[in-house]
């Protein structure tokens, strides 16, 4: 796209009309755009062109920050998507190497800096930062200090971070940080602009797991360390599994105390047991905001899709009500009314020992189910959130264990 104006092809996340954000976190999986933004943004800066600086302000010192200065030069200055990349015409500035700086017609210059050396950000003074990959960044805080102190030029220092996320601490500071303003971009989003076959690719064999959300999505995704269970042990045990394999199955409903937009999910979990006795979770069609009779619906609609054997439902928020609505759907279904005495925590313990023992698979990527195991502690989920497809899970589960003493049947006899 190099010679072209940028803002006929831009997407609108690239292009913040009516100004950009002076403080300005962009997440964005791999391929997303985030280097041709950076690049289109320094530009701009330097030519005083909006919507990236206002009232033609133009900006003439500043600082190119990447892991190290071969990802500076390699990917910020020279890559195709770069700085000299995107250059139109005769505007083309100079790099110079022996220097590491990029240098404009008008006098304006881009040094570039590696993380690997924090002092080399003591001393110089800029009025723009663009830091690339922020979550590689070794000496990441020290490094970020010291540009900090450096942005002292110019009327309205600005500063860019592009970084595909990684829960590193700085990182994670910027996105909660008053001054930041945080753009998230998908590798989807920029599709017509990566090579064909690719998306494809990289979308069946990641989709789901914490890699693709993280490196595709541009998801920041974090464990917690007190967790009944591992995001990494739980991507490892998923597997392919058909229904029809499967001995027994039932569908947990876990149902909310109330229906609107903001109440709790229903959780909804089948799972089934092999002819080892092995525990196979087989869908997640958790749902929130329905009334009874819709997540009701669903429920039944996932027990005669997978030709369940029975549903299992937690009856503490609506007593014989649950029971009720489900019956009212389908008067055929079987349904046993399951009733919490002993707290979430000390119900799913169980249940994660059978994890740990490699006695439970997933038979797809269940991303939202996931988030909730590797988010549940002593204390529940944080924020106070309740844990509804852990509920539902441990339900499911715990009715499976307690009837593996049972004879096998033949899926859809």
Known sequence: MAGREWFMTARAKQYPLPDAPKRWLVVGGRGSGKTRLGAEWVRALVLGLPP???????????????????????????????????????????FETSRRRVLFDNGATAQIFS??????????????????????????????????FGLRLGEEPR????????????????????????TRMRTSDNAGNLAPGFLQAVTDRYAGTRLGRQELDGELIEDRSDALWSRNRLEAIV??????????????????????????????????????????????????????????????????????????????????????VIRTVDPAVPVKAVRASRGKWLRAEPVAALYAQGRVGHAAHFPELVDEMCDFGPSGLTGNRSPDRVDALVWAIAELMNGLGRAPRVRGV
């Open 115 to 148: 993380s690997e050396d924090p002092d080399a950000l003591r001393g110089p003074q800029f009025d723009a930062a663009w830091c690339d990959e922020l979550a590689k960044w070794n000496n990441a805080e020290h490094v970020w200090d010291m540009l900090q």
């Open 52 to 94: 990236f600086t206002t009232n033609g302000l133009r900006y003439g010192r500043i600082a190119l920050v990447a892991e190290t200065l071969g990802d500076a030069r390699e990917v910020m200055v020279a890559g195709a998507s770069g700085i000299l990349g995107i250059a139109r015409g005769s505007e083309r500035p100079r």
């Open 159 to 182: 500063q860019l971070v592009t970084t595909t996320p990684r829960a590193t601490a700085l990182v994670k500071r910027l996105m909660r940080e008053d001054g930041f303003t945080v």
């Open 239 to 324: 597997e392919p599994v058909s229904a029809e394999a499967l001995s027994r199955i039932v569908v947990a409903v876990d149902p909310p105390a109330s229906a609107n937009a903001r109440s709790d999910a229903c959780g909804l979990i089948a799972a089934g047991t092999d002819l080892r006795g092995g525990i196979v979770v087989l869908a997640d069609a958790s749902v929130q905001g329905l009334q009874p009779d819709g997540w009701a619906a669903r429920a039944v609609a996932l027990y005669h899709s997978l030709e369940a054997d029975l549903i299992v439902a937690e009856v503490n928020q609506g007593g014989a009500m649950v029971e009720s």
